[in-house]
Nanobody, 127 residues
């Protein structure tokens, strides 16, 4: 089993920035597709971005392009989500997810069948 530990959430004013962190622990045997999802009260879960640890390739949901950036530190099995120019509508619980993948082509922002999920970290953006 793989466990995911998230951190970095908090409260920020509109236009500010936050960096979320997700570290994977456990028996990691191959490359991972790691993603971020978010869910606001009363709304469906929404994919934010993904990164493939094998080559660092990323994919973003359209609404996040230009504002959010994912990166990884493979030696630590850790990925980051840098969030800039935050808006009140970005307020949500943000979840980290991971799945073993053999190639980057399977790691896209529309992917939903992640096997492992974190407990979430709250992001609140005030106006």
């Amino acid at each position: 089993q793989v466990q995911l530990v998230e951190s970095g959430g908090g409260s920020v004013q509109a236009g500010g920035s936050l960096r979320l962190s997700c570290a994977a622990f456990g028996y990691i045997t191959t490359n991972l597709c790691m993603g971020w999802f978010r869910q606001a009260p009363g709304k469906e879960r929404e994919g934010v971005a993904v990164i493939y640890t094998g080559d660092g390739s990323t994919d973003y949901a359209d609404s996040m392009k230009g504002r959010f950036t994912m990166s990884r530190v493979n030696a630590k099995n850790t990925v980051y989500l840098q969030m800039n120019s935050l808006k009140p509508e970005d307020t949500a619980m943000y979840y980290c997810a991971a799945n073993f993948e053999f190639r980057a082509g399977s790691c896209v922002s529309t992917k939903t069948d992640f096997r492992y999920w974190g407990q979430g970290t709250q992001v609140t953006v005030s106006s």
